[in-house]
């Protein structure tokens, strides 16, 4: 259970349209909740577990990030981008010796890296969920690491396009008991890599359970295996409200507004867009009424959880691209906090230090480097914070990070995972000259 706090003395972007931004502002947790925002010396006092100071801090909301490829976080290090060793062909080489041990390993180590960086809500996006146990194993590790999670459930890597997903092991998990802060969506191909039956069994499944869709939507237009005719699949009547497009980066300005109608919404990764795909349509994508969310897609390609670097990375190519609509850092911070929320239709619930919703929310030490002075809050959190200024993280009113340090024993989760990437690229039959010097990257190329 968590212990009813007062914070004090902070400064608190509320990301409320009704409180803003408060220079000096108490916030009181309460059985996980937010049950009081305002001004220093306004808030009560009366029965708290706990006083905490914190001048020159910034209270924000947790960040939500709606699309990471949590199984292949292990990865990072052997892929550099190119050749034998860029993402596609790593991913497609070792997937298939990836067993459940593996992806929890690699989730838990993708979410202890997210909580650190002030995540508190992500969506893992599964595309090599290989069997039942695979699912179990990798439930476990997301509510095992206390961050709020969705586990869109996928398909192995590679996987027949003309068999569904395991539908049948979801219908078990939706019967399952309730697990806290957890939830399940279905991640899927979608009509470029599954035949028409199989997208009208897996659409149709969604539909009748009420769970919501995400689908990778390239990649180039070039890569035709991978770019989604969004024109065909809203004549299938597949383009619906509980659908999210990903990257979406060739979309037209007319496949943009027919979504946009749809009520379907987009998970931008623009770190990894950038280095890989192209510039991600997003002023397009939200002048055509489009929910944006941003999100870090996958640690291995290579990258780390970093919302500050996604936020940062989108105001400044939308200044670059589209200089007349560019996003705001204030507009880029919604994206990372309010509207991830409202994408995953978890709006009542957080993306805003609001009373009433869970105590879901990072402290930054503003009195480092790097971030004071800070005269305009916002401004300064969003294009000079990073990872290092997040002091404390709070799930549920949960302390999940304080004083810069995980509560998660991190030593034994980078341990586990080293062990289970260098047990399957063994697995993989990879030319290691020596397991033990993974980060060396010894003889790894090809
Ligand atoms: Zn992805």
Redesign the pocket.
């Known amino acids: 259970m968590s212990a009813d706090t007062l914070l004090r003395n902070a400064t608190a972007i509320t990301m409320d349209p009704d409180l803003g931004v408060i220079a000096r502002a108490d916030l009181l947790i309460r059985n996980g909740s937010i049950v009081e925002v305002g001004p220093a010396g306004t808030v009560g006092t009366v029965d708290v577990d706990e006083i905490l100071d914190l001048d020159g801090r910034v209270i924000l909301p947790g960040f939500v990030d709606t699309?990471l490829?949590l199984w292949n976080s292990m990865f990072r290090g052997i892929i550099t981008g190119y050749g034998g060793r860029a993402y596609f062909p790593v991913k497609r080489r070792l997937a298939a010796h990836v067993r459940p041990e593996d992806t929890a390993a690699s989730t838990a180590l993708g979410l202890a890296e997210c909580i650190g960086a002030g995540i508190t809500s992500v969506v893992n996006?599964h595309h090599n969920l290989r069997s039942p146990d695979d699912a179990d194993a990798t439930i476990d590790a997301q509510v095992a690491s206390g961050a709020r999670t969705r586990l869109a459930y996928g398909n192995p890597d590679a996987w027949n396009a003309s068999r569904p997903m395991d539908l049948i092991d979801v219908a078990r998990l939706l019967r399952a008991p309730s697990r806290p802060r957890f939830d399940v969506g279905l991640a899927v191909r979608g009509p470029t890599r599954a035949e028409e039956h199989v997208v009208l069994e897996e659409w149709t499944f969604a539909q009748e359970s009420g769970l919501p869709l995400t689908l990778?939507m390239g990649g180039r237009r070039a890569d035709v295996d991978r770019y989604a005719d969004i024109a065909q699949m809203d004549r299938r009547g597949l383009l619906i409200p509980q659908l999210q497009v990903?990257?979406a980066v060739d979309a037209t300005p007319s496949e943009l507004v027919l979504l946009g109608e749809r009520g379907v919404s987009l998970s931008v990764?623009p770190v990894t867009e950038i280095t890989s795909m192209g510039v991600p349509p997003v002023t397009q994508a939200m002048a055509a009424g489009m929910t944006v969310s941003l999100s870090n897609?996958?640690l291995a390609l290579p990258g780390r959880a970093d919302m500050f670097a996604q936020m940062q990375a989108l105001v400044r190519l939308t200044q670059f691209a589209d200089p007349g609509r560019a996003v705001s850092p204030q507009r880029a911070l919604q994206l990372a906090t309010i509207e991830g929320a409202r994408d995953l239709g978890w709006e009542s619930e957080v993306g805003s230090l609001s009373p009433g919703k869970r105590a879901d929310m990072m402290i930054l030490d503003a009195r480092l480097p790097g971030m004071g002075p800070g005269v305009d809050p916002v401004h300064t959190v969003v294009m000079a914070g990073g990872v290092e200024h997040v002091q404390h993280v709070l799930v549920d009113g949960e302390w999940l990070k304080r004083d810069g340090r995980l509560v998660a024993d991190t030593e034994r989760v980078v341990e586990e995972a080293r062990g289970a990437i260098s047990a399957v690229m063994e697995r993989a039959g990879w030319p290691l000259d020596d397991l033990e010097g993974l980060i060396g990257g010894v003889g790894m190329d090809e």
Do not use: L, N, T
């Open positions: 699309h490829h996006w990778h990903v990257h990764s897609d996958s």
